[in-house]
């Protein structure tokens, strides 16, 4: 019999809390869909993270439905026991299980959905529920709520009005709680001794591929479920490529690494980028780019604190990133016409950071009702700005040619600052030197 390995409370609490948010409605999560299995190869499953986040179930094919104050309150529909299904894809808790060791007040059997879910909608005045992510739950939805409207007949609510659940549960996933942040410590930790590991074990002729084992074993040696998205270990050229992710190259004396890579920890992801020499010694050229993309990192982590706006600090990334292209001479003439016309996008095509949560790009509005939301004690986020300059792009100085450079933080914000949770990660040339290839 398998135990579920979090403390039940954790979840009993974050479906208290978000209650409380939603009295006279109810609020109905479904299960991540199950990946595609390709000629019946199974890849890992990981549960949709709202659903983990109020439940801690693991399991495929289940709805929660939570109606604050009302009894039975939390209620899941999970799959049957199936012995025969047991044998070869695992144990399943069941309806049973789910109420025994989740805590759930009452669980059904999935199959029992569309039957059981108009009673239990029909004394609720509205529903949180996000539509688009699964298209036959939505087509279920919308039958179930056309029953409850006909079963209330001419003194009901009529359709009951259907709220975004992402939105909702994504303010309170934004300010991380205490127990939270103790994970996602960890799981910065986590990646943060793996991106060291990888830096000792680079040197000129290992694979990318082998760099990526290197972290993976840390990862999971540390105790990490997984990676927090797929690594990309890119040396070269391949780093001025966003989204590089064949990580099939070798890697060679000359060139720089970038390795954007995070471990899992718990359900909350780390998102580390570092970018150092494959010999363990910067050129003269690289450590200039560097040193650029280094400044503005700083400038805006000392920035950050509550009050200020995230929009400020994508301004504030392109401006400097703009002012250092100026003066590597990638670009000429006016800053303010040159970020007017986007031309900075050429070197720096991307935003200076993100939510970080339990998922690697965080749940949360950015902006409340067209206006940036200023920043707030517990709110964490990556800062990353970078620039990549093409080895083909003819009109920047042939010196700077194939040079991408990322450098990426995962921070929290403080009641008057922020606290760097990947600090244990060199990032300054000479500490880098000091423990490239030195395994
Ligand atoms: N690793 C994904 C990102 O940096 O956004
Ligand atoms: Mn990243
Ligand atoms: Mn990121």
Same mark, same amino acid.
């Given at each position: 019999?398998?135990?579920p390995?979090?403390?039940?409370?954790?979840?009993?609490?974050?479906?208290?809390k978000?209650g409380?948010?939603i009295t006279g409605?109810?609020l109905?999560?479904?299960?991540?869909?199950?990946?595609?299995?390709?000629?019946?190869?199974?890849h890992?499953y990981?549960?949709d993270s709202?659903?983990?986040?109020?439940?801690?179930?693991?399991?495929?094919?289940?709805?929660?439905i939570?109606?604050?104050?009302m009894?039975?309150?939390?209620?899941m529909?999970?799959?049957?026991?199936?012995?025969?299904r047991?044998?070869?894809?695992?144990?399943?808790y069941?309806?049973?299980g789910?109420?025994?060791?989740?805590?759930?007040?009452?669980?059904?059997?999935?199959?029992?959905?569309?039957?059981?879910?108009?009673?239990?909608?029909?004394?609720?005045?509205?529903v949180?529920?996000?539509l688009?992510?699964n298209?036959?739950?939505?087509?279920?939805?919308?039958?179930?709520l056309?029953?409850?409207?006909?079963?209330?007949?001419r003194?009901?609510?009529?359709?009951?009005?259907i709220h975004?659940?992402?939105?909702?549960?994504?303010?309170?996933?934004?300010?991380?709680?205490?127990?939270?942040?103790?994970?996602?410590?960890?799981?910065?930790?986590i990646?943060?001794?793996?991106?060291?590991?990888?830096?000792?074990?680079?040197?000129?002729?290992?694979?990318?591929?082998?760099?990526?084992?290197?972290l993976?074993?840390?990862?999971?040696?540390k105790?990490?479920?997984?990676e927090?998205?797929?690594?990309?270990?890119?040396?070269g050229?391949?780093?001025?490529?966003?989204?590089?992710?064949?990580?099939?190259q070798?890697?060679?004396? $000359?060139?720089? +690494?970038?390795? *954007?890579?995070?471990?899992e920890?718990? &359900? @909350?992801?780390?998102?580390?980028? %570092?970018?150092f020499?494959?010999?363990g010694?910067?050129?003269?050229?690289q450590?200039?780019?560097?040193?650029?993309?280094?400044?503005v990192?700083?400038?805006?982590?000392?920035y950050v604190?509550?009050?200020?706006?995230?929009?400020?600090?994508?301004?504030m990334?392109?401006?400097l990133?703009?002012?250092?292209?100026?003066?590597?001479?990638?670009?000429?003439?006016?800053?303010?016409d040159?970020?007017?016309?986007?031309?900075q996008?050429?070197?720096?095509?991307?935003?200076? $950071?993100?939510? +970080?949560?339990? *998922?690697?790009?965080?749940?949360?509005? &950015? @902006?409340?009702?067209?206006?940036? %939301?200023?920043?707030?004690?517990?709110?964490?986020?990556?800062?990353?700005p970078?620039?990549?300059?093409?080895?083909?792009?003819?009109?920047?100085?042939?010196?700077?040619r194939?040079?991408?450079?990322?450098?990426e933080d995962?921070?929290?914000?403080?009641?008057?600052?922020?606290?760097?949770?990947?600090?244990?990660?060199?990032?300054?040339?000479?500490?880098?030197?000091?423990?490239?290839?030195?395994a």
């Open positions: 019999m398998r135990k390995t979090f403390d039940m409370s954790i979840f009993a609490e974050r479906r208290k978000v409380q948010e409605g109810a109905v999560v479904s299960a991540h869909p199950e990946h595609i299995r390709n000629h019946d190869v199974h890992p990981r549960q709202n659903l983990f986040y109020l439940t801690g179930w693991e399991e495929p094919e289940s709805i929660l939570l109606r604050p104050g009894n039975p309150e939390s209620v529909f999970v799959r049957r026991r199936d012995p025969e047991e044998t070869w894809d695992g144990f399943r069941g309806p049973e789910c109420e025994r060791e989740f805590k759930i007040d009452k669980a059904y059997p999935i199959d029992e959905f569309t039957k059981v879910a108009p009673q239990l909608l029909k004394e609720v005045d509205r949180y529920y996000r688009y992510k298209k036959e739950l939505d087509e279920q939805m919308a039958g179930i056309q029953t409850v409207k006909q079963m209330s007949g003194t009901g609510y009529g359709l009951l009005s975004d659940a992402d939105t909702l549960l994504g303010e309170q996933r934004l300010i991380k709680s205490e127990y939270e942040l103790t994970q996602m410590r960890e799981a910065c930790e990646s943060a001794q793996g991106h060291l590991a990888a830096m000792r074990f680079t040197r000129p002729g290992v694979t990318e591929r082998q760099v990526q084992g290197v993976a074993h840390h990862f999971y040696m105790g990490s479920a997984r927090g998205y797929h690594p990309i270990v890119a040396s050229n391949a780093a001025t490529t966003l989204h590089y992710n064949f990580n099939d070798v890697c060679k004396d $000359g060139d720089l +690494l970038l390795i *954007d890579a995070g471990a920890y718990n &359900y @909350y992801t780390g998102d580390i980028t %570092r970018t020499p494959v010999s010694k910067f050129t003269d050229e450590a200039r780019v560097y040193e650029a993309v280094l400044k990192q700083k400038a805006i982590l000392d604190k509550p009050g200020i706006v995230f929009k400020d600090l994508h301004d990334g392109t401006s990133l703009t002012d250092a292209m100026l003066d590597l001479g990638l670009l000429s003439g006016r800053k303010d040159l970020i007017q016309a986007l031309a996008k050429k070197y720096y095509p991307h935003g200076i $950071g993100h939510w +970080l949560g339990m *998922d690697v790009h965080d749940a949360g509005l &950015y @902006y409340k009702k067209n206006e940036p %939301r200023p920043l707030e004690a517990n709110m964490c986020f990556t800062v990353e970078g620039l990549y300059i093409p080895a083909d792009d003819s009109s920047a100085p042939a010196k700077y194939g040079i991408g450079i990322r450098i995962n921070i929290r914000v403080t009641s008057s600052g922020c606290e760097n949770m990947t600090s244990s990660v060199p990032k300054e040339i000479a500490d880098l030197e000091k423990v490239v290839g030195k």
